[in-house]
């Protein structure tokens, strides 16, 4: 039923504005200088480069193997051995390196982030496109569909998906992306729709340009714009919701695989004498979102046409 | 008509006086002047106009009468007297009791001037409980009067209503009775028919002139379009790129342009009396090819007339013998029409 | 008006219908025999015999699913599997502390976050500004669960101004009438259980509302300046009105338009988010119950809750519709 909602000025359901006839190089262009001027897109920009290159490099940064407990023995119920010449942020709750947990968990998040939203952003892309372009009975289903999924909170829906499908990296990235699948679908449809009703898609139609070519030539590259913001707002979003899986039990359950959130959860019980093995992960998370989503918005303000000036 | 002056004693007192204004917009991409070195002057009753295109500064020379410009970005200095009094000297609260009392505005868009989720009855009805001390009855029976006055049939009956249920003319008439509702002394008109039809910019003009004749109310009409001027004004003050250009009566201005660039705007109204076959003559360029003031005319990038003067030294406005009493006469060019040196 | 009404009440029952189709799908998509998964590892043959017959598995699919609906539509979703408890009567028990939980949490963000929303767009681009956009991104970013064991520890824990957990002091022996215990306590003049219920509600709220709070000042700050730059703004501004009447009437009046719909999405938000606030704080709402109900793998309770929650959050959503439509006469006649 949301989607009956009036959209916001600044929502991601937002169609692009009279001005994006086509995605034309100079708006590339302008998008481009006006990302470079914002002190919050370059910061959010380093903040994801870094958190893309540590992902990758993590086996070539980590001092130690990764979910390596051969120090489990260090840890006793009272304390965790904090920073050492060995161990330059200590141990984390399970006697594993904390540097290495915290950069696998990097690799972690990369991937989970990027194929949940990869997986919501294509099948709610199939479903918004068939039901803009199709329109009809396709569209009323798919609507009803769309709105039925968003008719559940988000975090929720993820809950039910995970909860069918047990504990493991494949589960939460399924439940995740699920879980983008209506914010995706609404998304490409609304885009659709306000564009075929656009004069340059009619002018098309009336030089007797084939439906399918005015959709993939025309339209649908003028949906890229908010689409990539959407993806790139929707990896903050998921790396959150993954460590929010883990703390209701329904993350990753294989302990070799070095995950923020279960860290987070482990720490929990350590919280009042050792709040470092919750902050490190804990502000992990939050600064990886925090740059997803800085460089989301910056990017939302210079693909907008009417930013141009 | 306003009262004519004898040559012995000084003309009337103005309503409003404009000396030197200038206003400076602070913005990210360095300082930009919008006007400068605006004077003019408005009798009680007389009907005023600031002509120009897009940019010319004529909008934000009426903003900075009113008191609307952003105080945050905007620098205004110079002198705007109003009764005597000077408006840059009031208080912010001072300013507000003037705005909608003393001094009202007619903007340019009907469409997006009223506040979309508010009756207009309340729209009209806040500017009489906040100048006239009317209680909130009092007030819809003034507004409803007030909208028949505008021509809006049945008007007490549709202040329920709301902006998205009239017309643009509808919406404009209703602007109108918003500006005129506490019988303001000084009446700012910032282009009130360019957003309408043709058929309804005639209605509106026609309904302007009914209620500000024989009031008393001074008129300034802020427009690009001469043919408003003709049925409505006695003084034009044409401006360029910020600042004043030519300031004439309307009859010689039409008459006898002197500036190449009224030339140029007198010359672009189709006239139905010119003879068959001849060209509209547009002026060359766009107002986008101003240059500024510092280094010459800002007109002369366009400007049929330009000689080597115009790119050199900028031309001052100077006062011109006047045509008529009690009107001001004033050229800023180096090489007006009608007296061209090559 | 009215029409407007029934025709999203209408539009609400084929969502509520595909959901239980969703739901009814959902049961039988768990891996294995469903009772067995139903029950886990706690399978007994008698269990498994109960719940066969509860949800009709030997019967044809069709005939499943319309015993289902009836069950539904009587609001029979079963009994829990841990406490053997109706689904139903565990939700609208538990439900009374989740509302005042979530109420407190949307005054906290609504309060707080529309004059900072407003005030960031009326300075926009200087300090107050900065400050107040980089903090609702900070607020955006950290995860709930994080940030309520966080105030636990700095606010209850280290400076011990408020209460670690539960709703009310056990020592208090206060009479309860509607389960709301803020309003209880005002209801039977027992103010003393009044305000500490409100003392135990300070953290979870904070912590539940903060992301809406975040999202509710990014949503005003832009509403307010689009708003701001409108023709509208300045005629009210040449009627020489005094600030305040073009602040609420012309101003604030238009931009909360898109802000009373976020504060309907919120909803969603803040019923999820309970179930990760309420299990720190041992705060005994449908969050902490689904909580455990979500790590136990109790699937009548999950799926009652899931129901109940998407049922309330679109009536919220549908309430929040025709708020809109009465502040805003445009959507009323369309």
Same mark, same amino acid.
């Given at each position: 039923?949301?989607?009956?909602?009036?959209?916001?000025?600044?929502?991601?359901?937002?169609?692009?504005?009279?001005?994006?006839?086509?995605?034309? %190089?100079?708006?590339?262009?302008?998008?481009?200088?006006?990302?470079?001027?914002?002190?919050?897109?370059?910061?959010?920009?380093?903040?994801?480069?870094?958190?893309?290159?540590?992902?990758?490099?993590?086996?070539?940064?980590?001092?130690?193997?990764?979910?390596?407990?051969?120090?489990?023995?260090?840890?006793?119920?009272?304390?965790?051995?904090?920073?050492?010449?060995?161990?330059?942020?200590?141990?984390?709750?399970?006697?594993?390196?904390?540097?290495?947990?915290?950069?696998?968990?990097?690799?972690?998040?990369?991937?989970?982030?990027?194929?949940?939203?990869?997986?919501?952003?294509?099948?709610?892309?199939?479903?918004?496109?068939?039901?803009?372009?199709?329109?009809?009975?396709?569209?009323?289903?798919?609507?009803?569909?769309?709105?039925?999924?968003?008719?559940?909170?988000?975090?929720?829906?993820?809950?039910?998906?995970?909860?069918?499908?047990?504990?493991?990296?494949?589960?939460? &990235?399924?439940?995740?992306?699920?879980?983008?699948?209506?914010?995706?679908?609404?998304?490409?449809?609304?885009? &659709?729709?306000?564009?075929?009703?656009?004069?340059?898609?009619?002018?098309?139609?009336?030089?007797?340009?084939?439906?399918?070519?005015?959709?993939?030539?025309?339209?649908?590259?003028?949906?890229?714009?908010?689409?990539?913001?959407?993806?790139?707002?929707?990896?903050?979003?998921?790396?959150?919701?993954?460590?929010?899986?883990?703390?209701?039990?329904?993350?990753?359950?294989?302990?070799?695989?070095? %995950?923020?959130?279960? &860290?987070?959860?482990?720490?929990?019980?350590?919280?009042?004498?050792?709040?470092?093995?919750?902050?490190?992960?804990?502000?992990?998370?939050?600064?990886?979102?925090?740059?997803?989503?800085?460089?989301? %918005?910056?990017?939302? %303000?210079?693909?907008?046409?009417?930013?141009?000036? | 008509?306003?009262?004519?002056?004898?040559?012995?004693?000084?003309?009337?007192?103005?309503?409003?006086?404009?000396?030197?204004?200038?206003?400076?917009?602070?913005?990210?991409?360095?300082?930009?002047?919008?006007?400068?070195?605006?004077?003019?002057?408005?009798?009680?009753?007389?009907?005023?106009?600031?002509?120009?295109?897009?940019?010319?500064?004529?909008?934000?020379?009426?903003?900075?009468?009113?008191?609307?410009?952003?105080?945050?970005?905007?620098?205004?200095?110079?002198?705007?007297?109003?009764?005597?009094?000077?408006?840059?000297?009031?208080?912010?609260?001072?300013?507000?009791?003037?705005?909608?009392?003393?001094?009202?505005?007619?903007?340019?868009?009907?469409?997006?001037?009223?506040?979309?989720?508010?009756?207009?009855?309340?729209?009209?009805?806040?500017?009489?409980?906040?100048?006239?001390?009317?209680?909130?009855?009092?007030?819809?029976?003034?507004?409803?009067?007030?909208?028949?006055?505008?021509?809006?049939?049945?008007?007490?009956?549709?202040?329920?209503?709301?902006?998205?249920?009239?017309?643009?003319?509808?919406?404009?008439?209703?602007?109108?009775?918003?500006?005129?509702?506490?019988?303001?002394?000084?009446?700012?008109?910032?282009?009130?028919?360019?957003?309408?039809?043709?058929?309804?910019?005639?209605?509106?003009?026609?309904?302007?002139?009914?209620?500000?004749?024989?009031?008393?109310? =001074?008129?300034?009409?802020?427009?690009?379009?001469?043919?408003?001027?003709?049925?409505?004004?006695?003084?034009?003050?044409?401006?360029?790129?910020?600042?004043?250009?030519?300031?004439?009566?309307?009859?010689?201005?039409? =008459?006898?342009?002197?500036?190449?660039?009224?030339?140029?705007?007198?010359?672009?109204?189709?006239?139905?009396?010119?003879?068959?076959?001849?060209?509209?003559?547009?002026?060359?360029?766009?107002?986008?090819?101003?240059?500024?003031?510092?280094?010459?005319?800002?007109?002369?990038?366009?400007?049929?007339?330009?000689?080597?003067?115009?790119?050199?030294?900028?031309?001052?406005?100077?006062?011109?013998?006047?045509?008529?009493?009690?009107?001001?006469? =004033?050229?800023?060019?180096?090489?007006?029409?009608?007296?061209?040196?090559? | 008006?009215?029409?407007?009404?029934?025709?999203?009440?209408?539009?609400?029952?084929?969502?509520?219908?595909?959901?239980?189709?969703?739901?009814?799908?959902?049961?039988?998509?768990?891996?294995?025999?469903?009772?067995?998964?139903?029950?886990?590892?706690?399978?007994?043959?008698?269990?498994?015999?109960?719940?066969?017959?509860?949800?009709?598995?030997?019967?044809?699919?069709?005939?499943?699913?319309?015993?289902?609906?009836?069950?539904?539509?009587?609001?029979?979703?079963?009994?829990?599997?841990?406490?053997?408890?109706?689904?139903?009567?565990?939700?609208?028990?538990?439900?009374?502390?989740?509302?005042?939980?979530?109420?407190?949490?949307?005054?906290?963000?609504?309060?707080?976050?529309?004059?900072?929303?407003?005030?960031?767009?009326?300075?926009?681009?200087?300090?107050?500004?900065?400050?107040?956009?980089?903090?609702?991104?900070?607020?955006?970013?950290?995860?709930?669960?994080?940030?309520?064991?966080?105030?636990?520890?700095?606010?209850?824990?280290?400076?011990?101004?408020?209460?670690?957990?539960?709703?009310?002091?056990?020592?208090?022996?206060?009479?309860?009438?509607?389960?709301?215990?803020?309003?209880?306590?005002?209801?039977?003049?027992?103010?003393?259980?009044?305000?500490?219920?409100?003392?135990?509600?300070?953290?979870?709220?904070?912590?539940?509302?903060?992301?809406?709070?975040?999202?509710?000042?990014?949503?005003?700050?832009?509403?307010?300046?689009?708003?701001?730059?409108?023709?509208?703004?300045?005629?009210?501004?040449?009627?020489?009105?005094?600030?305040?009447?073009?602040?609420?009437?012309?101003?604030?009046?238009?931009?909360?338009?898109?802000?009373?719909?976020?504060?309907?999405?919120?909803?969603?938000?803040?019923?999820?988010?309970?179930?990760?606030?309420?299990?720190?704080?041992?705060?005994?709402?449908?969050?902490?119950?689904?909580?455990?109900?979500?790590?136990?793998?109790?699937?009548?309770?999950?799926?009652?809750?899931?129901?109940?929650?998407?049922?309330?959050?679109?009536?919220?959503?549908?309430?929040?519709?025709?708020?809109?439509?009465?502040?805003?006469?445009?959507?009323?006649?369309?």
């Amino acid at each position: 039923m949301t989607a009956q909602l009036p959209t916001l000025p600044t929502g991601p359901a937002a169609g692009p504005g009279d001005g994006a006839t086509v995605v034309g %190089e100079s708006l590339l262009r302008g998008a481009w200088h006006r990302l470079r001027r914002s002190p919050l897109a370059v910061a959010g920009a380093v903040i994801v480069l870094l958190f893309v290159l540590v992902a990758l490099a993590a086996p070539l940064l980590a001092p130690y193997e990764p979910a390596s407990t051969q120090w489990a023995g260090d840890v006793t119920p009272q304390s965790v051995p904090g920073p050492s010449a060995d161990h330059v942020l200590g141990l984390d709750s399970f006697g594993s390196d904390m540097l290495t947990q915290l950069l696998y968990g990097a690799r972690q998040s990369l991937i989970v982030g990027v194929v949940s939203t990869l997986l919501g952003l294509s099948v709610g892309a199939a479903l918004g496109i068939s039901a803009g372009g199709l329109g009809g009975k396709v569209d009323t289903a798919v609507m009803r569909l769309v709105d039925i999924l968003l008719s559940i909170p988000s975090l929720l829906l993820a809950v039910s998906v995970a909860a069918v499908m047990g504990q493991s990296q494949l589960s939460v &990235m399924i439940a995740i992306g699920v879980a983008q699948v209506p914010i995706f679908a609404r998304l490409l449809r609304g885009s &659709m729709l306000s564009q075929s009703r656009s004069d340059y898609v009619l002018a098309a139609g009336a030089l007797g340009i084939r439906r399918r070519r005015i959709v993939l030539g025309h339209v649908l590259p003028n949906s890229l714009g908010p689409t990539i913001v959407q993806a790139t707002l929707s990896l903050a979003t998921a790396i959150i919701e993954v460590a929010a899986l883990s703390f209701l039990g329904l993350g990753d359950s294989d302990p070799a695989v070095a %995950e923020w959130g279960r &860290m987070l959860v482990a720490a929990q019980e350590r919280f009042g004498n050792d709040p470092r093995l919750a902050v490190y992960p804990g502000v992990c998370i939050a600064i990886t979102a925090l740059g997803f989503t800085l460089f989301g %918005e910056a990017l939302r %303000e210079a693909l907008d046409p009417r930013q141009r000036r | 008509m306003t009262t004519m002056t004898s040559a012995t004693t000084p003309e009337p007192a103005a309503l409003l006086d404009v000396r030197d204004l200038s206003v400076v917009f602070h913005g990210s991409h360095g300082d930009v002047e919008a006007v400068s070195e605006v004077s003019f002057s408005v009798r009680p009753g007389e009907h005023v106009a600031l002509v120009g295109e897009s940019g010319s500064g004529k909008s934000v020379t009426s903003l900075a009468v009113m008191g609307l410009l952003p105080t945050r970005s905007a620098k205004v200095e110079g002198s705007i007297r109003y009764d005597g009094d000077d408006l840059l000297a009031m208080t912010d609260h001072e300013r507000r009791d003037l705005r909608g009392a003393e001094m009202a505005m007619i903007f340019q868009d009907p469409m997006t001037s009223l506040n979309p989720v508010v009756p207009i009855g309340v729209q009209i009805g806040e500017v009489l409980q906040r100048h006239k001390a009317m209680t909130g009855r009092q007030a819809r029976n003034e507004s409803g009067d007030l909208l028949a006055r505008v021509g809006i049939a049945d008007g007490s009956r549709r202040l329920g209503e709301y902006p998205h249920q009239l017309s643009g003319g509808m919406r404009q008439r209703v602007l109108i009775a918003i500006a005129l509702a506490c019988e303001p002394r000084l009446l700012i008109a910032d282009e009130p028919t360019t957003a309408l039809d043709v058929t309804i910019q005639a209605q509106i003009l026609e309904l302007l002139r009914e209620l500000v004749s024989g009031t008393g109310t =001074a008129l300034v009409m802020i427009t690009h379009d001469l043919g408003v001027v003709a049925g409505l004004c006695d003084q034009v003050h044409v401006m360029y790129a910020g600042r004043v250009v030519e300031s004439a009566p309307r009859r010689p201005l039409f =008459a006898r342009p002197r500036h190449p660039y009224t030339g140029g705007l007198l010359r672009s109204i189709p006239r139905l009396d010119a003879p068959r076959g001849e060209p509209l003559t547009p002026i060359p360029g766009s107002p986008n090819d101003a240059l500024s003031w510092a280094a010459g005319c800002a007109f002369a990038p366009r400007c049929g007339n330009r000689i080597d003067r115009c790119t050199s030294q900028t031309p001052e406005l100077a006062a011109q013998h006047a045509y008529e009493p009690g009107y001001e006469q =004033a050229l800023r060019c180096f090489n007006p029409i009608g007296e061209e040196t090559s | 008006m009215l029409r407007f009404t029934l025709r999203r009440l209408a539009l609400l029952v084929p969502v509520l219908f595909g959901l239980s189709i969703l739901l009814f799908v959902w049961i039988r998509a768990l891996p294995g025999d469903p009772a067995r998964s139903l029950l886990g590892e706690r399978a007994t043959p008698e269990g498994i015999r109960q719940i066969r017959a509860l949800y009709g598995f030997d019967k044809p699919l069709v005939e499943q699913y319309w015993a289902y609906l009836g069950q539904l539509v009587t609001f029979d979703f079963g009994s829990s599997i841990r406490d053997g408890r109706p689904v139903t009567d565990t939700f609208l028990e538990q439900f009374p502390a989740t509302v005042e939980l979530a109420f407190f949490a949307i005054v906290f963000a609504v309060v707080l976050g529309i004059p900072l929303g407003y005030a960031a767009a009326r300075r926009r681009g200087e300090l107050v500004d900065g400050a107040v956009i980089t903090g609702s991104l900070i607020g955006v970013v950290i995860p709930v669960f994080f940030l309520a064991i966080l105030l636990k520890l700095v606010f209850a824990i280290q400076l011990d101004w408020f209460p670690t957990s539960s709703r009310q002091d056990a020592r208090i022996d206060a009479t309860h009438i509607t389960n709301f215990y803020v309003l209880d306590g005002l209801l039977t003049r027992e103010f003393d259980a009044a305000w500490d219920a409100i003392v135990h509600l300070v953290l979870p709220a904070v912590a539940l509302g903060t992301i809406p709070l975040a999202i509710i000042v990014r949503i005003t700050r832009a509403s307010v300046s689009e708003v701001l730059n409108e023709d509208y703004v300045r005629t009210a501004e040449a009627k020489g009105l005094h600030p305040q009447v073009v602040r609420r009437r012309h101003v604030l009046r238009n931009a909360m338009l898109p802000v009373l719909t976020t504060i309907g999405l919120q909803v969603g938000l803040l019923l999820s988010g309970a179930v990760l606030t309420e299990s720190v704080f041992a705060f005994n709402g449908i969050g902490s119950y689904l909580f455990d109900a979500i790590a136990q793998r109790d699937y009548p309770v999950l799926q009652g809750y899931i129901l109940f929650i998407a049922l309330i959050y679109s009536l919220v959503n549908l309430a929040v519709d025709i708020g809109y439509g009465l502040i805003d006469p445009r959507v009323r006649v369309s």
